[in-house]
Structures are given as structure tokens and as C-alpha cells.
């Protein structure tokens, strides 16, 4: 995929991986669709990118519906989507204070997981009636995981659950959506500074920055854009999880 003259839906858009995301694909010549549920910042970043703002819940199918409708009329499709919305919390499954409240554990998986699919299956159907390009492609969809998914501390149960799905996801949806030329995979990032790690207790974060070992700090947001970048750009990637972590495997705690 040529990133020049392409449109990419990018939810959580409005900060963190998102935003990162969205300025690495407009430098390159993409129009962006910016889908998240902070108006201020998101009106904020798709003015600075001469792109487009949806209020966007995603597990609201609607709003999906909307994204994909702006991004049709705006720039003639979607080419492109970024799943980077997302949220955590921090619970044990059984504390002093009793048991790992339910809906809180509701909350994170409708979000994280069915929120992502949601958006993966209303984006794959508007992609699979445009017109292909080199290699019969229609477009390519990037989830976002975690390293959580695969090394989940304690009081983690939710966002490792929810990372983890997605990483389920990857594979049966690449192999369904081929024959359309739609390729899906998943970031796993490591720690990186956004809004989020701020949401962790101070004895998580200093926990997980002491575990870096190369480079010894926080990912930026730019860098996860440069990796979905390659990833729109290397038709050849498809149907897996790629990690970016510094070689980082989280303990326990």
C-alpha cells in the first residue's frame, strides 16, 4: 500500500499511540479520520493534520458507521484502520476489599475487545466493496494488543483478557478476510508514554520502566506509528502479532 493519497480511520485518535499514529501517516501523504470519545483533542489533532473528527464510542456501531461515511465522502473511502482505542484499570481479582468487581471487568472487555471487533467487521465490509490496487488489496486493519497479553501482572486480569482476545483475533480474521485482499494484525506494545500508563498505581510505573532493557525508557508514540506505518507499506505482513518492546518481558508485578 502507497500511505500517499490513502485514508486511514484511527480510533483513539485524539492522544497517545493514536495520535502518534495519525502524524506519521499524514506526513507520508495519508488522509486521516480521527474516531475518539475526547472531542477537545480530537478536533485538536485532526485540525493539525487537515483531517477529519468523529465522536466515536466504539462499541456504538453508529459511530462506526458515521467514521466510515465521513471518510467515504471526505477522501472516496478507507483504506487503512488503527484500532488504538482502548482503557485499563488496575484490580486484583480479590483484594481486601472482596472480590474484582464485574463491571469493571465488563467494561474493559466491551471496550478493548468487542469495541476493536466491532470496528474490524464495519471497516472490513466498507473495504471489501472498493476497487483493489497492486496485489488485489482493499485495505489493511492493525489492532492494537499488548505485552500484557502475553506476560499479564497481577491486577491486570482485565486489560490481559481483553489484549489477549485480540491476539486471538489476528489469525482467523486475516484467513476469513484474504479473500477480499483485506490483511489484519496486532501490535503488542510494550510501555509506552501515554495517557494510560498514567492510570497505573506509581509502583506499577516504576516497576515497568526499571524492567526496560533496551533503550532504557518509554516508547513514544511516534515509533508505534512508524511500525503501523511499515505495516501499511509491507503488503508481505499479515495475519500475525508483532511486538514493540524493547525487549522488555514484564514480572509478575
Known sequence: MQIDGKTFLITGGASGLGAGTARI???????????????????????????????????????????????????????????????????????????????????????????????????????????????????AIVMSASVAAFEGQIGQAAYSASKGGIVGLVLPLARELARFGIRVLAIAPGIFDTPMLGLLPDDARASLGAQMPFPPRLGQPQEFGQLVRHIMENVMLNGTVIRIDGALRMQPQ
Open 25 to 139: 501517516l499524514s506526513q507520508a501523504g495519508g488522509h486521516v479520520v480521527i474516531a475518539d470519545v475526547d472531542t477537545v483533542h480530537g478536533q485538536e489533532v485532526a485540525a493539525a493534520l487537515n483531517g477529519q473528527f468523529v465522536k466515536t464510542d466504539v462499541t456504538r456501531s453508529e459511530d462506526i458507521e458515521e467514521c466510515l461515511a465521513v471518510a467515504k465522502s471526505s477522501y472516496g473511502g478507507v483504506h487503512g484502520v488503527v484500532n488504538c482505542a482502548g482503557i485499563g484499570i488496575a484490580r486484583r481479582t480479590l483484594s481486601r476489599s472482596g472480590p474484582h468487581p464485574l463491571d469493571l471487568f465488563e467494561r474493559v472487555i466491551d471496550v478493548n475487545l468487542i469495541g476493536t471487533f466491532n470496528v474490524v467487521r464495519l471497516s472490513a465490509a466498507a473495504m471489501a466493496q472498493q476497487e483493489a490496487w497492486e496485489d488485489n488489496e482493499r485495505g
